[in-house]
């Protein structure tokens, strides 16, 4: 089975950052302490209490303000997870596929695992550790909603026509469609590792713009493969 995936429409992304309310109040998630530190984007960046994040940029040309930049960053879900690839080294009930969604999930286990390997392994810069436990943490697709034929909270809340969620292949056809309409104004328009994620993101810029890890520079499919062997060998590693 092909699986779960979203599909994100940044052209339609206003920041109204309800996606980032709804993760929190599913997830019973508590508030960060924030402060101001220049831009409208809070907190500054994803954290173990913090999935999901409306990241914001400013597009200048010329000294002038010519567009925003609205993200809402999340875990991509990979087909070929780097991060479970890296984790079962240590702990293979740590990071679990689920077979029927594709849904990648942290468990508790992954206290057992090297955060800093694992936050390494992934091409997003996507999960996030709690200090004091070392358990690890990342979007969950919502998967207690979506076994029971409910959308994600991110998905349900969002007003603009953002974000959609379906069967995979469906997500795939919907943003390819929406990317020849979308490319007429935005010759630029591109999607975001369309064949690697089940977390499509349309960006009508180039990804770079958005965010420094919107994309992957090397596809996940490959990411890391090479690194993990080497580790699998490190004088240092667990028995």
Request: hydrophobic residues 35%; charged residues 25%.
């Amino acid at each position: 089975m092909d699986g779960k995936g979203f599909f994100i429409d940044l052209t339609k992304c206003h920041a109204c950052r309800g996606c980032q309310v709804a993760c929190k109040q599913w997830h019973k998630l508590p508030a960060e302490e924030t402060h101001n530190w220049g831009s409208f984007q809070n907190p500054q960046d994803l954290s173990f209490i913090t999935y999901k994040l409306v990241r914001m940029e400013e597009s200048v040309e010329n000294g002038k303000v010519k567009d925003w930049l609205f993200f809402p960053d999340q875990c991509r879900h990979c087909i070929q997870p780097p991060c479970k690839m890296v984790g079962d080294m240590d702990d293979e009930r740590a990071i679990l596929q689920e077979f029927e969604t594709g849904t990648v999930m942290f468990t508790a286990r992954t206290k057992n695992l090297f955060a800093d390997e694992i936050r390494d392994s992934c091409p997003y810069d996507i999960p996030r550790v709690n200090e004091l436990t070392n358990v690890l943490s990342k979007c969950d697709m919502c998967f207690d909603r979506v076994i029971n034929g409910k959308l994600p909270a991110c998905v349900l809340s969002c007003p603009t026509g953002t974000m959609h969620f379906g069967d995979l292949d469906d997500m795939k056809a919907m943003a390819q469609e929406r990317l020849a309409e979308v490319k007429k104004i935005y010759p630029n328009a591109v999607l975001g590792d369309p064949n690697a994620v089940r977390v499509i993101y349309l960006f009508q810029d180039r990804p770079s713009k958005y965010h420094g890890r919107a994309v992957a520079s090397v596809g996940p499919r490959l990411y890391n493969r090479q690194q993990a062997f080497a580790k699998l060998f490190r004088p240092n590693r667990k028995a």
